[in-house]
């Protein structure tokens, strides 16, 4: 028999943060785990009527607010909140992003900025801020990045967007390692979905994605919300992995 006790499995996450809940795939993360019982923080810039819906609909159990994700000090202060609303926060999900619809000669340097601060850098230090919180309070937890089948195959007109997603699938398997098992941190690459993100393509970029995906659609965002549920609530031993939900558009 070994004289080490055996690592504890990082327990379900039952109070989680979800970066641009307000709409499109956020919104349907933060409604699945509200209908599974969880207790969950949500912010974006606006808050929609949506997403004052849910908060009405669930007064004790979601915690929703403005804030821009680049603000550190105003996630600081919503994190804050939202802790002392719901308890210690065991779970983030990393979803706010802005899109790109601009070949790279033609994108500006305020504009490549804008993305990588938004998309990477801004999750890069929630994510700093979240895991301080929760390891110097002795506790464990889960982290889900959204990225993108972009960071894994090309994609004309979003090269910067691109660079941010594949920053972070390295930066999952990096912190994964760094934790050492204490918590879980995962990457979901959804393939091209309907949302206000996508409307930039055009019919014809939507028909080729189509026509070179097996399953024969768009991937929607209920085919990805169960993946970042089971990510975040089922006991598995998936550690530093990209899952890729985009039904064979890329393989
Ligand atoms: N749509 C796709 O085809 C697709 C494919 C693969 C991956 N993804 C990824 O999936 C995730 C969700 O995308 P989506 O299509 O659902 O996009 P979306 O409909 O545009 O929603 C993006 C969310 O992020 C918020 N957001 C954007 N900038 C923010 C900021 N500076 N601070 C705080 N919140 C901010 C938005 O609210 P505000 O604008 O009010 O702040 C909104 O709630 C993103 O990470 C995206 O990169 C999307």
């Not at 055009?202 to 085919?223: C, F, K, M, N, Y």
Request: hydrophobic share 45%; glycine share 10%.
């Amino acid at each position: 028999m070994s004289e080490h006790a055996e690592p504890q499995p990082v327990p379900p996450s039952s109070v989680v943060l979800v970066s641009g809940g307000s709409r499109g795939l956020g919104l349907a993360i933060v409604a699945d785990l509200l209908d599974r019982g969880v207790r969950v923080a949500a912010f974006a810039r606006t808050v929609t009527p949506e997403l004052d819906k849910l908060a009405a609909e669930h007064p004790d159990r979601l915690h929703a607010g403005p804030v821009d994700v680049t603000d550190l000090a105003a996630a600081q202060a919503f994190v804050r909140d939202a802790e002392v609303r719901l308890g210690p926060i065991d779970g983030l999900v990393n979803n706010a992003a802005i899109g790109q619809d601009s070949l790279h000669v033609h994108t500006a340097t305020g504009d490549i900025a804008r993305i990588i601060e938004t998309n990477l850098t801004a999750p890069l230090q929630l994510t700093r801020l979240l895991v301080r919180r929760m390891l110097g309070q002795g506790r464990r937890g889960r982290i889900v990045n959204i990225t993108s089948i972009c960071a894994q195959r090309g994609f004309p007109g979003l090269v910067a967007y691109s660079a941010t997603k594949g920053g972070m699938d390295a930066a999952t398997r990096s912190l994964a390692r760094e934790l050492g098992g204490r918590m879980l941190v995962n990457a979901v690459a959804p393939g091209f979905f309907a949302s206000e993100m996508s409307a930039v393509l055009g019919r014809t970029q939507l028909d080729q994605i189509v026509r070179r995906t097996p399953s024969g659609h768009l991937t929607e965002p209920a085919e990805v919300v169960p993946v970042v549920r089971m990510l975040l609530r089922e006991q598995t031993n998936i550690n530093g992995q990209v899952i890729v939900v985009d039904g064979a558009a890329s393989v």
